[in-house]
């Protein structure tokens, strides 16, 4: 595997006609398949980390979900762009599940409990992920636990799962699609593990 760092956009590109080729070669009405529609199985509400590519974490490819990823999978009321992907999603392809996806050694939950706050935008977008901190704070003092930094931030990614599906549950393109479909579209937590690879539910997350 070529370290992608030291990857030119043209090594890219050869990348890529040698993966259209290798598709082809392997299945020759592929593409001309993919043209015809998409059906995706779920949303996929995840991190833009580099490490947690959506399709192939879960053994999947072109066609099989329909992504959207930012910083911290976060679901903020005043975007615009997520919910006109829910809607989309949920409304215009009828998919049925809607997954949000955390991962440990997440760098922007990371940065949203550093002593020092980020500054500029990127402060402002991972202070929509303090109320998930804040929830694993008085959870800890409540029981009196004081776990370690990583441990204490694999809570804070797990919770902030959780506090992204209750902003998503809040959407009123979710709600109108409840309304007229009582329970779909099923929101479901899972966390990725950078380390090994592995997805899992995050508990109490599943609606
Ligand atoms: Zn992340």
């Not at 890529?16 to 995706?40: E, I, K, M």
Request: hydrophobic content about 45%; some cysteine; aromatic content about 8%.
């Amino acid at each position: 595997m070529v370290n992608s760092r030291r990857m030119s956009l043209s090594d890219l590109l050869a990348q890529n006609r040698a993966w259209a080729a290798a598709q082809v070669a392997r299945d020759p009405d592929y593409f001309a398949r993919l043209t015809g529609g998409q059906h995706p199985r779920v949303l996929w509400i995840g991190c833009s980390d580099s490490r947690v590519p959506a399709e192939q974490v879960l053994g999947c490819g072109p066609g099989d979900l329909f992504v959207h990823r930012n910083v911290a999978n976060i679901v903020a009321y005043n975007d615009i762009n997520i919910a006109a992907v829910v809607q989309f999603a949920t409304h215009n392809l009828g998919i049925e599940d809607v997954v949000v996806c955390g991962h440990y050694g997440c760098g922007g939950i990371r940065a949203a409990c550093a002593h020092e706050a980020p500054t500029g935008y990127i402060g402002d977008w991972l202070a929509i992920a303090g109320w998930a901190q804040r929830a694993v704070d008085a959870r800890l003092a409540a029981a009196g636990r004081v776990p370690e930094r990583e441990a204490y931030l694999r809570l804070v990614v797990e919770e902030n799962v959780r506090l992204q599906l209750t902003h998503l549950s809040h959407l009123s393109v979710v709600r109108d699609r409840w309304a007229r479909t009582p329970g779909v579209p099923r929101l479901h937590g899972w966390v990725y593990d950078i380390g090994t690879g592995l997805v899992k539910a995050v508990e109490g997350s599943d609606t």
